[in-house]
T-cell receptor, first 114, second 108 residues
Framework: NAGVTQTPKFQVLKTGQSMTLQCAQD?????MSWYRQDPGMGLRLIHY???????DQGEVPNGYNVSRSTTEDFPLRLLSAAPSQTSVYFC?????????????FGSGTQLSVL | AQRVTQPEKLLSVFKGAPVELKCNYS??????LFWYVQYSRQRLQLLLR??SRESIKGFTADLNKGETSFHLKKPFAQEEDSAMYYC??????????FGTGTRLTVIP
């Protein structure tokens, strides 16, 4: 049981490049989300999904796209990378969309945009 | 939005000393709050949540509605408690923010 798997662990991009951060969970979780973690700012929600085919924006969605074609996968796409997107990205899931369900986190992706 | 604040970015205590990590929330209604922890080179994981009122690894957190706080406490700190601690509101459309985190260092 792998839990929440994120790939890659590290990535360096040039400004303007695009890429996709992958997130997969094998727990049949309904809810999935992406956070970015920046020094002094805690974790901020980028996008989230409450089920296949359903996505919504979080606090900082600009410059990112998501889709949820299957229950298992929730990729995060950077359309045109900018230095301000240098951050550590975490994918998280929970069993249901209920507010009191705990989140399970991936190990993170460290992204640098030059 | 349901927000939480953690006023201390860094906290150092000696082994065996009591530790308290502060968390305040700023919303009305009955709050549901969580503490997550990230140990070195490990992923974020749930430490405890308000609704279950349990004690994990000796940590407890009591919701104080008068002070709008959910401080995390442990009577005797251990070296293995050194980690990053995040206070968090429940997930949802209105709850976009984790706290900014407190890095706890337990000095041997």
């Amino acid at each position: 049981n792998a839990g929440v798997t994120q790939t890659p662990k590290f990535q360096v991009l040039k400004t303007g490049q695009s890429m996709t951060l992958q997130c997969a969970q094998d727990m049949n979780h309904e809810y999935m989300s992406w956070y970015r973690q920046d020094p002094g700012m805690g974790l901020r929600l980028i996008h989230y999904s409450v089920g296949a085919g359903i996505t919504d924006q979080g606090e900082v969605p600009n410059g990112y796209n998501v889709s949820r074609s299957t229950t298992e996968d929730f990729p995060l796409r950077l359309l045109s990378a900018a230095p301000s997107q240098t951050s550590v990205y975490f994918c998280a899931s929970s069993r249901t969309r209920s507010t009191n369900e705990k989140l399970f986190f991936g190990s993170g992706t460290q992204l640098s945009v030059l | 939005a349901q927000r939480v604040t953690q006023p201390e970015k860094l906290l150092s205590v000696f082994k065996g000393a009591p530790v308290e990590l502060k968390c305040n929330y700023s919303y009305s209604g009955s709050p549901e709050l969580f503490w997550y922890v990230q140990y070195s080179r490990q992923r974020l994981q749930l430490l405890l949540r308000h609704i279950s009122r349990e004690s994990i690894k000796g940590f407890t957190a009591d919701l104080n509605k008068g002070e709008t706080s959910f401080h995390l406490k442990k009577p005797f700190a251990q070296e293995e408690d050194s980690a990053m601690y995040y206070c968090a509101p429940p997930k949802g459309a209105n709850n976009l923010f984790f706290g900014t985190g407190t890095r706890l260092t337990v000095i041997p």
